[in-house]
């Protein structure tokens, strides 16, 4: 059992910058990979980010390679999405997402477990 608890989310104007923090419970955190997602109104859920459970390898999504950055600490529990340069098109409700898995997967079908999602809105 894997519980998550986001937030950093908020109203932002294009080119700036917010910081997602999602914290973990449970003994499994370290052993696991975890990713972003994000879903825009009337599109589906869509991946981010994700990072091995060691944070040896990463992998993001080429809309936003080089823009947002994901790390972890697995001495505090967290997982972040550094989100710079932010545009219009970033609005959405962020998710963070726990696999079962060590490996980094882009696939939201092997997350089970996700935080409740924090709103990120970007103005123009």
């Known amino acids: 059992q894997v519980q998550l608890v986001e937030s950093g989310g908020g109203l932002v104007q294009a080119g700036g910058s917010l910081r997602l923090s999602c914290a973990a419970s449970?003994?499994?955190?370290?052993?696991?990979?975890m990713g972003w997602f994000r879903q825009a109104p009337g599109k589906e859920r869509e991946f981010v980010s994700a990072i091995s459970s060691g944070g040896g390898t990463i992998y993001s999504t080429d809309s936003v390679k080089g823009r947002f950055t994901i790390s972890r600490d697995n001495a505090k529990n967290t997982v972040y999405l550094q989100m710079n340069s932010l545009k219009p098109d970033d609005t959405a409700v962020y998710y963070c997402?726990?696999?079962?898995?060590?490996?980094?997967?882009?696939?939201?079908?092997?997350?089970?477990?996700w935080g409740q999602g924090t709103q990120v809105t970007v103005s123009s």
């Open positions: 997402a726990a696999s079962k898995s060590v490996i980094a997967t882009t696939r939201k079908d092997e997350y089970p477990y």
């Open positions: 449970g003994r499994t955190f370290s052993s696991v990979a």
